[in-house]
């Protein structure tokens, strides 16, 4: 046991020598003596220019503190890229022995960087450039090597060298009043930033609280277009250094964006993070009771991040709180369009739930309430290439109350007033531009790849009201299928199959359509404000148009339907009262209009439809009713919204409409009605007696009358003739008879 005796006595020794040595420098040295070795070591050994304008003061037991005021540090010819008016340090001695660093206070007073990059990317903290860039290949395996080395360490970082790390004990880290300048000549940015930092209670696997406070200005190099973001942090954070674990809990960020860039400023906006982990061997990051509030938009979330560093991987779940779109926008000074309803777009929010990773996004499910609607989103999406298979629920839609609201008829007058104070030149200008503008982007449609399925319910779309509707659709290389759409609406349902080709500048679009049981009197009234036909409806019948203009498509709109109406009216149109019109006016009669109901009701009108190049024909036409019997043909053109008809219209005695009595022959006849007009006409001018055709039917019939007088007439004188020969015969008869009586 003498050698434990002799190690002893020896390490006292020591002990005692270092005190001595240590009180020796410190009451016995000038510390001011060592500015001019320091300068010099660090200009040979760094080319490093170290200003010590203050004193340098120092403490070495118990605790080796050191104090340095009025320090600059120059790299190179540069001027000084790091300034302080004042650093202080204290370090325990003792707690050295067990391998535990315990630190007093560590502060920085008034610390000033100065970062520039040349035009060239160069900066000034770098030291030979040239030499670096030569040596590039060289160090390359050195740069693998150390990769290798890191990742080596992450790996043995839970293991035996983890116990290496020692303990610290920091009572607090300040840096009071920081101040860096950042300016990039190659990019012609500028940074300004100001920042201090608290630390206190700094240990190993315990939280130590931490306060940061910022303020940080970017501009161009004459100072325009500043962007100025002021934030403070403050939290609780732990660092687990065998496990490389830290965490974050309750931590609190507010955020102050002000800029000329900006649509609104000041921005303000805070983020609260009730814990965040984060375990960087495993690459895992997880936060929880992440919320925001910016703009009166509160939303919270929850975040799981895995392999962040190596192939990341993600679920997260937001919610939105309800908010007024309305304001958001205000604040942000965006100018909403007119809306048809001044209540829409006032309150909206939403859930998500998202997962993914570097090549997918999946959205299942995704809830969000806009005003009235509901939504359901569920949506798979793959990133490289892009591709997506999208399915939207959702139920109470009204997209008229988002469209523009309808002009007035004072608004329409003063529009037409204007408008017939325009030039000529200018209208056919104005006309041009609305006739060539795009309907469909054709480059977006191109490079479309996906799938997209709809349902809704209770869905208005320009008025029309669907009930249900269901489609599903698929994009690919310009090509759009729809197959099939089918839509419940006004009593009745509609299917149809639709093929959009977008692969050349003049898209091609194909539809096949069947139609049932629709009441087309409202449907037409919602949709067009026409209101001249009612009832059930039935067609079949395939479209086809190509052009990517409003004009075109109605003027390449080609197409074959079968159409049938049952138990309808011509509204506003009684074909009953123009037949007795026009026999009143070749009779030279008066007709009293009261007397006639103001519709034609028919049981069935069944006609084909022919489309050639927008102009719609229905050759064929019937339509049977009580006391009516018509058949029609003529053009309806789409592109000029405008009519060139004509029935004819057989009326046989007409129990609808006691007002005209006609005799049998009438009711042989067919009589002509011209339908002629626009569409925006007054229905009960569209139709009217063709009284020429008229004129021609009574010259005919009065033409039959007269032969069938003279016929009659004939017939009578040939009748009486016929009679007088036969009496004079009879006379002659009995006359012969008499004679022979006579004569014996």
């Not at 840096?175 to 700094?202: G, P």
């Not at 709109?557 to 149109?573: S, T, Y």
């Not at 009574?698 to 007269?706: M, S």
């Amino acid at each position: 046991m003498k050698w434990l005796k002799r190690l002893g006595v020896a390490m006292g020794v020591l002990l005692v020598l270092l005190m001595a040595i240590l009180a020796y420098v410190m009451f016995f040295v000038n510390s001011d003596s060592f500015k001019t070795e320091l300068q010099k070591v660090a200009l040979e050994k760094a080319d490093i220019h170290l200003r010590i304008d203050g004193d340098i003061q120092w403490s070495f037991f118990p605790w080796l503190g050191l104090e340095l005021d009025d320090i600059g540090v120059a790299i190179g010819k540069d001027p000084e890229i790091l300034q302080f008016d004042r650093a202080e340090f204290g370090l325990a001695i003792l707690p050295l022995l067990k391998h535990t660093i315990q630190v007093d206070r560590v502060r920085l007073v008034n610390l000033k960087a100065s970062l520039n990059v040349d035009k060239s990317g160069r900066g000034n903290w770098q030291r030979f450039p040239e030499a670096d860039a030569t040596s590039a290949p060289d160090t390359a395996p050195a740069a693998s090597s150390n990769a290798s080395a890191s990742s080596g360490y992450q790996a043995a970082s839970s293991g035996d060298n983890a116990s290496s790390i020692p303990n610290i004990e920091l009572d607090s880290l300040e840096i009071d009043n920081a101040q860096v300048t950042y300016i990039d000549e190659k990019t012609q940015q500028k940074i300004d930033a100001t920042f201090n930092v608290n630390l206190s209670n700094v240990q190993w696997d315990k939280a130590w609280p931490m306060v940061m406070d910022a303020v940080v200005k970017q501009s161009d190099l004459a100072g325009k277009n500043t962007l100025t973001v002021s934030s403070k942090l403050t939290g609780d954070l732990t660092v687990f250094p065998n496990r490389e674990v830290f965490s974050l809990a309750n931590a609190s960020l507010s955020t102050e964006l002000q800029g000329d860039a900006l649509p609104a400023s000041p921005l303000k906006a805070t983020l609260a993070i009730k814990q965040l982990d984060m375990d960087v061997p495993q690459e895992n990051l997880f936060m929880d009771g992440v919320s925001v509030d910016a703009l009166g938009v509160s939303a919270s979330a929850k975040v799981q991040l895995y392999q962040v560093l190596s192939n990341p991987q993600y679920t997260a779940s937001l919610s939105i709180g309800e908010f007024n779109p309305r304001k958001v926008l205000q604040q942000l000074n965006i100018a909403l369009p007119d809306m048809a309803d001044d209540s829409a777009l006032t309150k909206a929010s939403g859930d998500v739930k998202i997962e993914g990773s570097r090549n997918e996004l999946v959205v299942q499910p995704m809830s969000l309430a806009l005003d009235d609607t509901n939504l359901q989103v569920h949506v798979v999406t793959e990133l490289s290439p892009l591709r997506w298979d999208v399915n939207v629920k959702g139920n109470n839609l009204n997209l008229d109350r988002y469209l523009p609201p309808e002009a007035t008829d004072s608004e329409n007058k003063q529009g037409e007033k204007q408008a017939t104070k325009d030039t000529t030149a200018s209208q056919a200008g104005s006309t041009t531009s609305s006739a060539n503008e795009e309907l469909v982007p054709l480059d977006l449609v191109r490079s479309l790849y996906g799938h997209v399925g709809l349902a809704f319910t209770n869905l208005t779309v320009k008025k029309l009201q669907l009930d249900n509707v269901d489609l599903d659709a698929t994009m690919a290389n310009g090509m759009v299928h729809v197959s099939p759409a089918a839509v419940s609406l006004y009593q009745g349902s509609a299917t149809l199959k639709a093929t959009y080709d977008a692969r050349t500048n003049t898209p091609k679009l194909s539809v096949s359509s069947r139609v049932k049981g629709i009441e087309i009197q409202p449907l037409l009234k919602d949709f067009m404000d026409l209101d001249k036909l009612s009832g059930t409806t039935s067609l079949t019948g395939e479209l086809s148009s190509k052009g990517n203009q409003v004009d075109t498509l109605m003027a390449n709109l080609n197409g074959d339907f079968l159409a049938e109406i049952n138990n309808g009216a011509l509204v506003g149109v009684n074909l009953t009262k123009s037949v007795c019109q026009g026999i009143a006016a070749v009779r030279k009669e008066s007709l009293k209009s009261s007397d006639f109901s103001a519709n034609t009701p028919f049981e069935t009108m069944d006609f084909p439809i022919h489309i050639v190049n927008g102009k719609v024909s229905t050759p064929g036409l019937t339509m049977t009713s009580v006391g009516l019997s018509v058949t029609g043909d003529g053009i309806v053109s789409l592109p000029n919204k405008s009519l060139d008809y004509q029935v004819n219209v057989a009326v046989a005695g007409s129990e609808l409409d006691h007002a005209c009595r006609v005799n049998e022959k009438l009711t042989k006849l067919a009589f002509p009605v011209v339908c002629k007009g626009q569409f925006s006409d007054d229905p009960a001018s569209l139709c009217r007696p063709d009284i020429k055709g008229f004129g021609n039917i009574f010259a005919e019939l009065a033409k039959a009358e007269l032969k069938d007088k003279l016929d009659a007439e004939k017939a009578r004188l040939k009748e009486k003739k016929d009679a007088k020969i036969d009496e004079a015969k009879e006379k002659l008869q009995e006359k012969l008879k008499d004679k022979l009586k006579n004569l014996f």
